[in-house]
């Protein structure tokens, strides 16, 4: 039997617990029944939380409905659990940022992202400036990574490609072979957005100012918002997440999405950035790299076993979403995939 399944196998063993069969006459049907006794305890659990607040700092998201709640987990070996609500869309936004960040190191190699931008915490919210002023001035050089809005600008600045239009149809087609479906942006949250991101504007102009972008901060801020406005559902997010888990390979398609030696870099900088000034926290209760998104996202890689999502629009105040940080993390510890815990081996 094969290492892959000989470990999902592992988490059923666990979640029924289960100490006796031998992983032979564990039928398929055990393992499936513990993924959805994890994945539907977790969101009955949390469905009727009050807690957090829509984003309405881009005014479209403030109007997105909070009931949305659904969570997607997809496995390596292509096999989709889901619960909730998964096909109702809402914008990508962070999420977006290790995904583009794939794209650079696939084009140029891990190296150059370590060297211009870093893959360090800052451990402050994810648009501040100051961020920007301390990684420059006080430690003396790139302490910044790509999943922060700045870090974030000046990676999607490094994309390849003649003008503005080709750049864009890459990205978007690379994203889509991550989700294994043609993905589309909401124009609403896109316009919304480009109006109102003054701020994100100052951030490109200021990575600008010192040399973090090379060239034309305006369409890289543009282009940035544009992929943030990319419209997902939670099973879409799942399946990007288990093409990391799966050495970028999407195992619902078979495409060959990235490099398999690319993905750990990847998963580094979302292990240490995914959830902005709160990823420690994460961490400490999940071991596993993970990226939010203030449409309300949340994705979670474990490797070599699945990818999973959850979508649900109210936002802590870090800017990451409430329900879908709990649901994970009972998921995580429900089926034992805290690769720290060496009993998830
Ligand atoms: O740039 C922004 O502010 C948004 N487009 C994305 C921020 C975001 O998703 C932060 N996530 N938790």
Known sequence: MKRMYRAVFTIALAAVGASTASTYSLAQGTKDAAINA?????????????????ADYIPALAKVDPKIYGIALVTTDGKVYTVGDVKSEVSIQSISKPFTLAKVIEEQGPEVIEKTIGVDATGMRFNSIVSIEFSQKALGGPEMNSLVNPGAIATTSMLQGG???????????????????P???DEEVFKSEAETNQRN???GALMYAYGYIKNNPGQATDIYTEQCAVAVNAKDLAMMAATLANRGKNPATGKQVMTPQNVPYVLAVMATAGLYDDSGKWLYHT??????????GLIAVSPGKFGIAVVSPPLDDAGNSVRAQKAIRDIVAQ???????????
């Open 163 to 181: 003008t503005r239009g080709e750049i864009w149809r890459t990205l978007i087609g690379f994203y889509s072979d991550f989700a294994g479906r």
């Open 183 to 185: 993905l589309n942006v």
């Open 287 to 296: 071991g596993l790299p993970a990226k939010s998104g203030v449409g309300g």
């Open 38 to 54: 994890a994945l539907n305890a977790a969101y009955n659990k949390y469905k009727d939380i009050q807690e957090g607040k829509n």
């Open 335 to 345: 089926l034992h995939a805290n690769p720290y815990d060496v009993a998830s081996r």
């Open 201 to 203: 504007q100052a951030i």
